[in-house]
């Protein structure tokens, strides 16, 4: 089969799904793309060139983010977003794969692995999230009211988009307009994604115990930021406590973003953990 490049929007279930797949040879082994909170596909830019000299792509916004769809009647919880994930794979007839992560990919990246054992050979979570509990009843109650969508919208452009990127890179030289527009045009759409973040509010689960996480044996490549303000580098030393099979490296002079601040040195790290 020829090299191609697809960008498209699938329906899984009760919601659209947007995916951009770069396959470059049969050959070549398949990396999903699970990209983090308030984010989508645009955050791995710069990572993307880099992976298909050796792998073949599928980078999936996961919903509501990015370009998928914002419905309030989807389930948001990180498990059904991950059988949503692995759904997509399924009608693409992708059956090996293993899975790049990202912040609150990495938690989606988890409760994949351990509803699906076996399924995924490999993972990396950049900075991936974990040990979050639910969200409070109290909270969850208030989310059903038509104001609050309006709370969290004016939370976010309150924080804004300047302070929000400041604080999840180390470097703030390398915030430029195309960084600014790329993580903000989802927001300025006319999608209900704030609904639809009350709604991913009241059906976030707890994170996977320490006891549950003891039994992944997939092995797991853990990579850290040493300035992570978002993540601390405390999370991935948990982490990787409780993950058997897993191994942890600080990068230094980097923050939270690391598929933005350090594309190259972080694939070096994926391929020689993927050749392993």
Same mark, same amino acid.
């Given at each position: 089969?020829? %090299?191609?490049?697809? =960008? ?5 279930? $009760?919601i659209?799904?947007y ?7 049969d050959s ?9 909170? /308030? ?6 830019? =710069? ?14 916004? /996961? ?12 389930t ?9 994930v692995?759904?997509?794979?399924e009608?693409? @007839? ?11 990919g ?6 994949l ?5 076996? /399924? ?15 969200f ?18 004016g ?15 180390? @470097? ?20 209900d994604?704030?609904?639809?973040l ?6 976030? #689960?707890? $994170?996977?115990? %320490? #006891? ?28 990787? #406590? ?6 942890l490296?600080?990068?230094? @002079?980097?923050?939270?973003?690391l ?15 993927? $050749?392993?």
């Amino acid at each position: 089969m020829e %090299s191609y490049v697809k =960008k498209d929007i699938e329906q899984i279930g $009760d919601i659209d799904m947007y995916y951009e797949h770069i396959h470059v040879h049969d050959s070549f082994p398949t990396l999903v793309l699970i990209h983090g909170f /308030l984010s989508s596909s645009f955050s791995f830019r =710069k990572l993307i060139p880099h992976l298909t000299k050796d792998y073949n792509v599928i980078s999936i916004d /996961l919903p509501p983010f990015g370009q998928s769809g914002k419905t309030n009647r989807y389930t948001y919880s990180f498990r059904n977003i991950a059988g949503s994930v692995v759904q997509l794979l399924e009608e693409k @007839n992708i059956k090996k794969f293993s899975i790049i992560a990202h912040s609150m990919g990495g938690q989606v990246s988890l409760q994949l692995i351990k509803a699906y054992p076996g /399924l995924v050979e490999r993972a990396v979570l950049l900075a991936g999230s974990g040990y979050e509990p639910s969200f409070p009843r109290k909270m969850k109650m208030l989310s059903y009211f038509p104001f609050f969508s309006f709370g969290v919208k004016g939370y976010l452009q309150r924080s804004g988009i300047e302070k929000n990127l400041r604080n999840v890179v180390h @470097n703030q030289t390398m915030i430029d307009d195309e960084m600014r527009q790329g993580y903000l045009d989802p927001f300025m759409k006319k999608h209900d994604i704030f609904r639809a973040l009350g709604r991913m509010l009241r059906d976030k #689960e707890s $994170d996977l115990s %320490s #006891e549950q996480l003891h039994l992944i044996d997939t092995p797991c490549l853990l990579v850290w930021g040493r300035y992570d303000r978002v993540v601390p580098l405390d999370i991935g030393r948990r982490l990787h #406590e409780d993950l058997p099979n897993s191994k942890l490296i600080v990068m230094e @002079n980097t923050g939270h973003l690391l598929p933005e601040e350090k594309p190259e040195e972080v694939y070096q790290l994926i391929k020689e953990f993927l $050749d392993e």
